[in-house]
């Protein structure tokens, strides 16, 4: 079989990717979490063990009240909760005046020690992002655990409870992302968000009476978990492929590692999330990697020229885009 050849991503776009001014500092606190789901771009899971440590945590406070430019502090995992540094980097960051996002999978609430945490969460207004990759049960199960679904059904009736989708101030969006292929028919993009919004909330509001604000649409990257099934089923080169073939330019404009800044558990920086997971570090114009204590020490956020980019960054450009705040054009 003919390898199938990806054209750069750079050369698809016909300049480099440049940085715009940073807002967005999206922080993975560790690989500690609860759960194992076989889409996880992270692999995280409950044998995981590397989290922040104290130094670096403490360099991340300092950043977030240095820098008046950045707007929000967004907090993933793992399951963010269960690593350390959570609650110091949450009261820091609104202490600072900035929104702040916690990726939530929302079955933590129900683990031993963390029953407190809706209220916590709804005491801080933090924007809650969780997953939930289909309205329907048995397709949330199978991508996220036996019992995910029923579990993530009365986490979010113990926000509704306290506010979240009602009260302005405590945003709760929920994210679906495609099950994964099994052969090449089954390569999806995620349908229009809009209207798939809408099924979520009808069906979810007339079986469970339960509420959300947005419903964010992702893609599926060739990153973690998913690439490892991927190449398992000999698809992970098809895959790239169909995202290629499916390229949209406008959704470069609005791609969102051209304003954030992703902090790993070891404080190093990368562009985005995705990139951090794959090993590729943001460089400045001279071809240095960076740290937070190198942000520090240089008293800037905005020494990174251009993106690092590679063949995964076509999942965020494909159909609508896709990024951690959903599809980036309609």
């Given at each position: ?44 899971g409950?044998?995981?063990?590397e ?15 240095r820098?008046?430019?950045?707007q ?77 679904y ?23 969006n ?71 073939d ?53 008293g ?31």
């Open positions: 079989m003919v390898q199938t050849v990806i054209t750069p991503f750079s050369h698809k776009i016909g300049s480099p990717l440049t940085k715009n001014e940073i807002t967005v500092l999206q922080i993975n606190l560790g690989k500690r979490c609860n759960q194992a789901c076989i889409h996880c771009h992270v692999e995280a409950p044998n995981r063990t989290e922040l440590s104290s130094e670096v945590c403490d360099q991340l406070i300092e950043l977030i009240h820098f008046d430019s950045i929000t502090v967004d907090i993933t995992g793992g399951a963010p909760e269960m690593n350390y540094g959570f609650k110091p980097l949450v009261e820091a960051s609104r202490a600072a005046g900035k929104q702040v996002i916690v990726r939530s999978n929302l079955t933590i609430f129900f683990e031993p020690g963390f029953a407190e945490l809706p209220a916590y969460f709804a005491e801080n207004k933090l924007q809650v992002v969780a997953s939930l990759p289909c309205y329907l049960s048995s397709n949330v199960d199978k991508m996220r655990g036996n019992g995910v029923d579990r993530s059904i009365q986490a979010i009736k113990l926000l509704n409870d306290l506010g979240y989708a009602s009260d302005p101030q405590l945003i709760l929920l994210v679906y992302n495609p099950s994964l292929p099994t052969s090449r028919d089954q390569f999806y993009l995620p349908p229009p968000q809009e209207k798939l919004e809408a099924d979520y909330k009808t069906y979810l509001d007339e079986h469970y009476g339960i509420r959300f604000n947005q419903l964010l649409t992702l893609t599926n990257l060739p990153i973690g978990r998913t690439k490892l099934y991927l190449q398992r089923q000999q698809l992970h080169q098809p895959y790239l492929q169909f995202l290629e499916n390229f949209n330019p406008e959704t470069v404009s609005h791609l969102m590692c051209r304003n954030e800044l992703s902090i790993d558990y070891l404080g190093n920086i990368y562009d985005c999330d995705f990139n951090q997971m794959e090993g590729i570090p943001a460089k400045t114009a001279d071809g240095e990697t960076l740290t937070v204590a190198k942000l520090l020490s240089t800037s956020l905005d020494v990174i020229n251009e993106v690092q980019t590679a063949a995964f960054c076509y999942g965020c450009t494909a159909g609508c885009g896709s990024s951690c705040g959903g599809a980036l054009v309609d």
